[in-house]
């Protein structure tokens, strides 16, 4: 017997392996199911031999790009590939499967193999540990928002006016609704309203509103906000926005709790806890002179920073996740789950615009998906441009640094009004030097001469 060529030799071999796969041959069809995938999906060998395997496993996948027979068509293994079969009793099962090719002594082509691993265990364990970092919706584990989150109760619960600060898109009002949720407030409005979208007249009669004939289009009474908000929350957001008139009128409602609505005599009282956002320094504003310093003091009692995403990457893979789960229960359809080349691109990814960002790439992602995994190809752009860049591509290096160099010196030029002195000292060199670069890199005196 020549061992090598023997099929049934080879055979029981491979059918004492622990792990649960099959083959088929170039059609397709199923020659071999072994044991542990017959305990997988509860059928048995003979019950599939002959048949197509999309026809067994009915996953969603098998469809429209079953992967055995793209690994056969291409030579390209599926590695690790995660979707969902059906049981023989039609239990959905999670698993990650691997493909390859069967190839003959010649190196033809002569089937397909597909191995499988049953992931429920994983699944449910990466569920229970995004339920674990979820908190009234917010998704997280990284060490400063669980800092904040182990104090939220209590800050929600003492009426104290709350500064929420982090830049934009880092979840503040997520924060500022859950600050309401856990109050004792709860069940009475939650009012928001964004300082920096309104002039500034109309944000005080919004705020406060107004009295009928107040000014010529006041046909009737109108409520401002913190009447709408009584006995509930207000939320200020974008708070450094706000004019040093009505910086004014809010610090009255912080310190005696009244108002007064546009063209009224009367004083209202406001029971409303107040909780204020900005995506600017509101230290730094106080200290230019643009915020009152008292207001900035009575606004800072408890103040929650919010860390950009970029400082927390850990929580990454949990949002996305989130993300996917709740874009799962929309209109666009099932995605299962993305792939490492995408995951790895969006750890890499610096996030500006945090959190709102990477949901709206997630969005972007199902929109274009049409497939079960989120794979690079349905990012943005920006998060698949590889280095290096086309601006930057075929050039030498001595030219773009000349070219770096010499924008930088037309910028500090603009910046500075020609001001050589100042210029040379802002780039750390010597006015000669200075001079020597600008004469090199042909920037026109004119600049200088025209500002200066
Ligand atoms: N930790 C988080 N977990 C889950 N979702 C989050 C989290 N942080 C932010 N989000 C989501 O990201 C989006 C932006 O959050 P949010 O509007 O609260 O940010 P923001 O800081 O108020 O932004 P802006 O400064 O632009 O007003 C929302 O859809 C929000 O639900
Ligand atoms: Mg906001």
Redesign the pocket.
Known sequence: MSPVSDKETIYSIIRGLALPFFVVDHDNKIIFFNEPLEELTGYSEQEVLGKPCHEILRSDICKDHCPVKETMATGRDAVNLEMTIQRKNNLPIPVRITTSVIRDKEGKVIGGLESFRDISFLKSLRKEIREKCTYH????RNKK?LEILDDLTDIATSNATVLIQ??????????ANALHELSPRKDKPFIKVNCGALPETLLESELFGYKRGAFTDAKKDKPGRFQLAEGGTIFL??IGEISKNIQVKLLRVLEKKEYEPLGSVQTEKANVRIIV?T?RNLRALEQSGDFREDLYYRLNVITLN?PPLRERKE?IPL?IE?FMESFNQTVYGKINGITTQAMKLLLNHGYPG???EL?NIIEHAFILCRENYIAPKHLPDCLTDRFPSPAVKGKKLEELVDNFEKQLIEETLKQYGGNIERIAEELGVHRSTLWRKMKKNNIKHSIVEGLG
Not at 137 to 140: A, E, F, M, P, R
Not at 166 to 175: D, I, N, Q, V, Y
């Open positions: 919706k917010i998704v997280s928002i982090g830049e934009s898109g880092t979840g503040k009002e997520l924060f957001d974008e956002a995506n919010i929580d949002l989130h945090n959190v709102r949901e």
